[in-house]
Structures are given as structure tokens and as C-alpha cells.
């Protein structure tokens, strides 16, 4: 199993980005898939699911209105699409799947939003 997000990097407050997970090595469309995200000296938080057949969503109440999270299961691909961003925001932000043979993490990505 293989999850490689991309996308993050430094945006200004306001802007937006696009996060990807792009997975391997399970049955991609027959699993919910979440992204987390971890700011500095922080603990790992919830950020958002979706569905394996992409009709139900969750997100935390903070990027609520903000962020989307999507797939494409056909090319095995998680997104998560971030406008408005803010510099709480600023974390690594990684993919997670829970799969019955374990839980898996991808590498993260850096988010940083500054002026």
C-alpha cells in the first residue's frame, strides 16, 4: 500500500490550493478516505472524509465552507481542494486509509500560509 500526497506549499491568507493523494497497492474504490493534518507542536487532527462512493462527506467544523474533499477513484486519486486559507491552516496535511490488513499514512505534504 502507497499513498504520495502532493500540492502543498506557501500561500498567502486568502489563497487556495489543492492537495492530492495518489494510492497503490489496494482496491482504491472500495474504501472511505480521510485527510488529516498536523500543525507544529500540535497533536494529528481530523480534517475530512469521504465516502468510498463519494456521497457522503465530513469535515471539522473549522474548514467547514472552506475545503472539499473529493476522489476519483479511477485514477485512484484523494484531493482535497482548500480555498480561503488561513495561517491556522499552516500544518503537514497527509492522506489515511484504514484498510482490514492495517492503517496507512502517506509522507504529507507542507502547508504553510503566511504574508
Known amino acids: 500500500v502507497q499513498l504520495v500526497e502532493s500540492g502543498g506549499g506557501l500561500v498567502q491568507p486568502g489563497g487556495s490550493l489543492r492537495l492530492s493523494c495518489t494510492a497503490s497497492?489496494?482496491?482504491?474504490?472500495?474504501?472511505?478516505l480521510t485527510w488529516y493534518r498536523q500543525a507544529p507542536g500540535k497533536e494529528r487532527e481530523f480534517v475530512a472524509l469521504?465516502?468510498?462512493?463519494?456521497?457522503?462527506?465530513y469535515y471539522v467544523d473549522s474548514v467547514k465552507g472552506r475545503f472539499i474533499i473529493s476522489r476519483d477513484n479511477g485514477a485512484a486519486t484523494l484531493s482535497l481542494q482548500m480555498n480561503n486559507l488561513k495561517p491556522e491552516d499552516t500544518a503537514v496535511y497527509y492522506c489515511?486509509?484504514?484498510?482490514?490488513?492495517?492503517?496507512?499514512w502517506g509522507q504529507g505534504t507542507q502547508v504553510t500560509v503566511s504574508s
Open positions: 497497492g489496494f482496491t482504491f474504490s472500495d474504501h472511505d
Open positions: 469521504i465516502s468510498s462512493a463519494a456521497d457522503l462527506t
Open positions: 489515511f486509509a484504514r484498510l482490514p490488513s492495517g492503517s496507512y
